[in-house]
């Protein structure tokens, strides 16, 4: 039953090594986000994409880069992890020119830095 | 810009109490408004949402939540907790756009329930 699907749950990885997290949907939905949670505070949007457009915010670090191959699958790259990358990385998906205004989230990815 | 304000960090209630969960949003656009509750280590579920229509709204889990367009709130009630209520409950506010729906979440809730 699960609609967007995040992998791996929980990813370790080392000072600078790069790490790919995936994102996948069966809800066919067309815009897809990304979002960073660090301990204790708000999710905050990194970016998104509407169909193949992508969207940067603009206070994101070019660290965080994204790639959306076909409407399932998105993935976040993060090319040189720093320990202030730890944090839960969300999915999310919506339908653009729906009426409902929700966001559907995954499980999401907790990121270690070593 | 927007910007959502959720005024207490941490609630703790006793089994059975019921409880509010304040939360004020500032926007110079009509907004949607929603209310999410994050379990631990896991992603954001919906409990309600406010698009229009009726400023009394029904969620998930026995969750209900008042809009006040005058001042500017949407606080969260439930008038009896269970120890399952334990979680974050997050503040959410996005324009009303036919697009991306970019929310913007407040800092959230923690809400403990002591039996």
């Known amino acids: 039953d699960a609609m967007v699907i995040q992998n791996p749950r929980y990813q370790v990885t080392q000072f600078g090594k790069p790490v790919t997290l995936s994102c996948s949907q069966t809800l066919n939905h067309n815009v897809m986000y990304w979002y960073q949670q660090k301990s204790s505070q708000a999710p905050k949007l990194l970016f998104h994409?509407?169909?193949?457009?992508?969207?940067n915010e603009a206070d994101t670090p070019d660290n965080f880069q994204s790639r959306r191959p076909n409407t399932s699958f998105c993935f976040l790259d993060i090319r040189s992890p720093g320990l202030g990358d730890a944090a839960m990385y969300l999915c999310?998906?919506?339908?653009?020119?729906?009426?409902?205004?929700?966001?559907?989230f995954g499980e999401g990815s907790r990121l270690t830095v070593l | 810009a927007q910007s959502v304000t959720q005024l207490d960090s941490q609630v703790p209630v006793f089994e059975e109490a019921p409880v509010e969960l304040r939360c004020n949003y500032s926007?110079?656009?009509?907004?949607?408004l929603f209310w999410y509750v994050q379990y631990p280590n896991q992603g954001l579920q919906l409990l309600l949402k406010?698009?229009?229509?009726?400023?009394l709204v029904k969620g998930i889990n026995g969750f209900e939540a008042e809009f006040n367009k005058s001042q500017t709130s949407f606080h969260l009630r439930k008038p009896s907790v269970h120890i399952s209520d334990t979680a974050e409950y997050f503040c959410a506010v996005s324009d009303r756009s036919r697009g991306a729906q970019k929310l913007v979440f407040g800092q959230g809730t923690r809400l403990t329930i002591n039996p």
């Open positions: 406010y698009l229009s229509g009726s400023t």
């Open positions: 926007s110079s656009v009509s907004v949607y």
């Open positions: 994409y509407y169909d193949k457009d992508f969207n």
């Open positions: 999310a998906t919506s339908r653009a020119g729906g009426r409902t205004g929700e966001l559907f």
